[in-house]
Every structure is written in structure tokens, then in C-alpha cells.
């Protein structure tokens, strides 16, 4: 046998053992119960709950940039946020930005740092993250 048919065989062994494993640890696809119900119907509202609590942060937009290039519309964005500024309102304030911009370019990368650090932007690392939204290829 062949060493190119030994290792496809055994990745196919593999690819089985695994889809076994699979359908043993899940119960193998079993319908849930009515009870069961209320706890999925919990998972699924969990993310609404914690989409509404998030909220725009203040900002300042330091620099906007075109960088666009080979037909892909392109925008870089760098702003600065309060110094106790919660991540997670930080990245949902970025998504905000790139919601209002995005009808008119292509692509869009956001980066945030703090305040305090706006002497360095662009120098360091965007301390408080980085979103970014493309259509582009």
C-alpha cells in the first residue's frame, strides 16, 4: 500500500473516531425535553440583555486617514477615549463609528488608546483595542 493511501486512510479513521466520540458526548442528536426548553429559551436572550447595557464612551477622533489603494476604499481611524473607559463600551463605541462610515468606504479600521496616551498614538499598541469592518478581497 501506498504511503499517500496509508495516511488518507488513516485521517479518514481519525475523521471517524471523532464523529463517534461526537455522537456519544452529545447524546447522540436525543430532541430536548420540555423541560429543557426554558434553558435554551435563557441562552438565547442573554446576548440581547448584554448588547442593551452596552453604550457609546466619549471619544475624540485623532486621525482619519484615506489609505485606500487597488480600488478598495480604504479609511484608518485613530482615536482617544477617557482613561477609565470600560473595554467593552470602547469596542462598541468603534463599531458605532464604523457603523456611520461604512455606506462610503470599503474598508474601515478603528484603533483606541486612552487619553493619556494621546502624545503616543500611532507608536505604541491601541491600548483600549481595535475594530475592523471590509468588503474588500
Do not use: H
Not at 440581547?48 to 477622533?61: D, F, N, T, W
Request: charged fraction near 30%; aromatic fraction near 6%; charge should be negative.
Amino acid at each position: 500500500m501506498k504511503s499517500g493511501t496509508k495516511a488518507l486512510l488513516i485521517v479518514i479513521g481519525v475523521i471517524v473516531v471523532i464523529f463517534i466520540i461526537v455522537g456519544i458526548a452529545g447524546g447522540g442528536g436525543e430532541k430536548a425535553t420540555t423541560s429543557e426548553q426554558p434553558i435554551q429559551e435563557e441562552e438565547t436572550e442573554t446576548p440581547r440583555q448584554e448588547e442593551s447595557s452596552k453604550k457609546e464612551v466619549e471619544y475624540r477622533i485623532i486621525e482619519e486617514d484615506d489609505v485606500s489603494y487597488a480600488g478598495c476604499k480604504r479609511l484608518a481611524i485613530r482615536i482617544v477615549v477617557p482613561d477609565n473607559s470600560d473595554k467593552e463600551n470602547v469596542e462598541y463605541t468603534m463599531e458605532m463609528i464604523i457603523e456611520g462610515k461604512k455606506s462610503k468606504w470599503d474598508d474601515i479600521t478603528v484603533w483606541a488608546w486612552k487619553y493619556s496616551e494621546e502624545k503616543q498614538v500611532g507608536k505604541i499598541i491601541a491600548t483600549m483595542g481595535q475594530k475592523e469592518y471590509s468588503t474588500c478581497q
